[in-house]
T-cell receptor, first 115, second 115 residues
Framework: AQKITQTQPGMFVQEKEAVTLDCTYD???????LFWYKQPSSGEMIFLIY??????QNATEGRYSLNFQKARKSANLVISASQLGDSAMYFC????????????FGQGTRLTINP | NAGVMQNPRHLVRRRGQEARLRCSPM?????VYWYRQLPEEGLKFMVY????????ESGMPKERFSAEFPKEGPSILRIQQVVRGDSAAYFC?????????????FGDGTRLSIL
């Protein structure tokens, strides 16, 4: 079974600071993908970034980067130079290559950027 | 708009009525997934369909819930005899294929409220 744990229910950060959102995972699949999604107050789910279990380098997408530590089973999201529009819920999710093709989500972290 | 289209955006039903939620995947995507999100929680997998086939319905309640993805037309999530506990946001996602590196792209969701 796969499991995602996000231990930070809420985070408050000053605008322009960097922020790290924690995510740990558990799986027995040898190959898997890790994903981060953003859910603003309007409710839609926006795909941000992906990291593959065999990727040698940490993924980056603009101001988003993924701090992937395979031995620790962690895949933290780093947002650099935070903006007011970054205020939202952030979900870490994973997908294995065995059994169902579903995404397994964590409970989410509510990020608030203060001006 | 080439994204995943869900309708209606909001749906209000009285207890005992039927709810039908529609999802048109991204162009070229034949894999559809339905998820349910309760307030302040992450998304929970319900069912995975390919054209005309249910591949995995392990997250679907055994009674009152059904899903289909016909050869022509959108995928439908149907909830019969709705109860208060069915109030939630229901998200549809689609992907190009089932590789672990493939993100699932989400629609804006349907917010179902049961009176």
């Amino acid at each position: 079974a796969q499991k995602i744990t996000q231990t930070q229910p809420g985070m408050f950060v000053q605008e322009k600071e960097a922020v790290t959102l924690d995510c740990t995972y558990d799986t027995s699949d040898p190959s898997y993908g890790l994903f981060w999604y953003k859910q603003p107050s309007s409710g839609e789910m926006i795909f941000l970034i992906y990291q593959g279990s065999y990727d040698q380098q940490n993924a980056t997408e603009g101001r988003y980067s993924l701090n992937f530590q395979k031995a620790r089973k962690s895949a933290n999201l780093v947002i650099s130079a935070s903006q007011l529009g970054d205020s939202a819920m952030y979900f870490c999710a994973m997908r294995g290559n065995q059994g169902a093709q579903k995404l397994v989500f964590g409970q989410g972290t509510r990020l608030t950027i203060n001006p | 708009n080439a994204g995943v289209m869900q309708n209606p955006r909001h749906l209000v039903r009285r207890r005992g009525q039927e709810a039908r939620l529609r999802c048109s995947p991204m162009k070229g995507h034949s894999h559809v997934y339905w998820y349910r999100q309760l307030p302040e929680e992450g998304l929970k997998f319900m069912v995975y369909l390919q054209k005309e086939n249910i591949i995995d319905e392990s997250g679907m309640p055994k009674e009152r819930f059904s899903a289909e993805f016909p050869k022509e037309g959108p995928s439908i999530l149907r909830i019969q005899q709705v109860v208060r506990g069915d109030s939630a946001a229901y998200f549809c996602a689609s992907s190009l294929n089932t590789g672990v590196n493939q993100p699932q792209h989400f629609g804006d969701g349907t917010r179902l409220s049961i009176l």
